[in-house]
């Protein structure tokens, strides 16, 4: 049972347009979710988090939206650049579990 | 840089030899995992550890035990390795106190069972 899912293996996006990418994620008990970055042969890197009690939020070039009726999260990258190509991975979490479920990841490809 | 270091960082050995990977932090931190990332999969959380000798599973715990003797390592060892084991395993700590927290990753190990 895939808790969270990322259905999207891959995207293919224009240097300097924006990136979206979706997760959805079934346990109505998760607060906290979070998108991870990764690039081959290293570690998934944190990117940005955001708690159930907000839709939104920002960190330069990154906006994560969270809509908890439709238990759905999307990650936007504007303007998308080169080093934005990598595997990102939607991850979430229950209260005090201290433990993350994580989606199967997308692989975005930003073309010049 | 979370100051985690994974060892060894690739390993091909043979179907039902034991094997043991590590997983080193300098910082103290509390909570420490251990993923394995499979094509189509994600990241599967295989064990963590929340403090000294204290230890639980994860949703792909079979065939894999583990062990904290020291709050700066945590082991995952295979004991009879097989082929369905080859994946590339990463540990993780979490930082920061209390829940909502962001984990940090080591840079993996490949690891082969031929």
């Known amino acids: 049972d895939q808790q969270v899912k990322q259905n999207s293996p891959s995207l293919s996006v224009q240097e300097g347009r924006i990136s979206i990418l979706n997760c959805d994620y079934t346990?109505?008990?998760?607060?906290?979710f979070l998108w991870y970055k990764k690039y081959p042969a290293e570690g998934p890197t944190f990117l940005i988090s955001?708690?159930?009690?907000?839709d939104k939020n920002e960190d330069g070039r990154f906006t994560v939206f969270l809509n908890k009726s439709a238990k759905h999260l999307s990650l936007h990258i504007v303007p998308s650049q080169p080093g934005d190509s990598a595997v990102y991975f939607c991850?979430?979490?229950?209260?005090?579990?201290?433990?993350?479920?994580f989606g199967q990841g997308t692989r975005l490809t930003i073309n010049p | 840089d979370a100051g985690i270091t994974q060892s060894p960082r690739h390993k091909v050995t043979e179907t039902g030899t034991p094997v043991t990977l590590r997983c080193h932090q300098t910082?103290?931190?509390?909570?420490m995992y251990w993923y394995r990332q499979d094509p189509g999969h994600g990241l599967r959380l295989i064990h963590y550890?929340?403090?000294?000798?204290?230890?639980d599973k994860g949703e792909v715990s079979d065939g894999y035990s583990v062990s904290r003797s020291k709050t700066e390592d945590f082991l995952l060892t295979l004991e009879s390795a097989t082929s369905s084991q080859t994946s590339v395993y990463f540990c993780?700590?979490?930082?920061?106190?209390?829940?909502?927290?962001?984990?940090?990753f080591g840079d993996g190990t490949r690891l082969s069972i031929l």
């Open positions: 993780a700590i979490s930082v920061g106190r209390g829940s909502n927290q962001p984990q940090h």
């Open positions: 346990n109505s008990m998760f607060d906290y």
């Open positions: 955001i708690s159930s009690i907000k």
């Open positions: 991850a979430a979490s229950s209260q005090g579990a201290q433990k993350l479920v």
């Open positions: 910082e103290n931190h509390r909570y």
């Open positions: 550890s929340y403090g000294v000798k204290d230890t």
